[in-house]
């Protein structure tokens, strides 16, 4: 229902997505979180996840990017997109808070416009 304005109300939006969700087949028959990928390409058609454009970690008082092909973990050697070669440890919270290599910055925002651009 639109109010005088012509805008859905909360209640209307409320509605439709309730009765958007039970007409989905969902696992035993209850919506369950997290939602699998089936799930969330049914209620959201068309929707694609992003593909990142690099993983960060920080090492040696920097934040260095690495290529997204794999998730780096901790007992890994990973080349950095500066060219440095750094073996991936646990990061503590403070670690995040250090600079993030420029270099690597730049060479994400490069990698970023070449995934845009395709």
């Known amino acids: 229902m639109s109010d005088t304005n012509g805008s ?3 209640a209307n939006l409320l509605d439709q997505a309730v009765a ?3 007409a989905l087949p969902f696992r035993r028959g209850r919506l369950r979180f997290p939602l699998d990928a089936e799930e969330i390409r049914m ?3 068309g929707l694609e996840a992003e593909k990142p454009v690099a993983y960060w970690r ?3 008082g920097l934040r260095h990017g690495m290529a997204a092909t794999e998730v780096p973990r901790p007992g890994q050697e990973r080349r950095t997109l500066c060219g440095e070669l750094l073996n991936i440890v646990d990061a503590s919270e403070i ?3 250090a600079p993030t290599c420029e270099t690597c910055w730049t060479a994400a925002i490069a990698l970023r416009d070449a995934q845009e651009s395709t």
Do not use: K, N, T
């Open 8 to 10: 859905i109300s909360c």
């Open 20 to 22: 958007m969700l039970r």
């Open 43 to 45: 209620l959201f058609p």
């Open 58 to 60: 920080p090492c040696g």
């Open 95 to 97: 670690d995040w808070l």
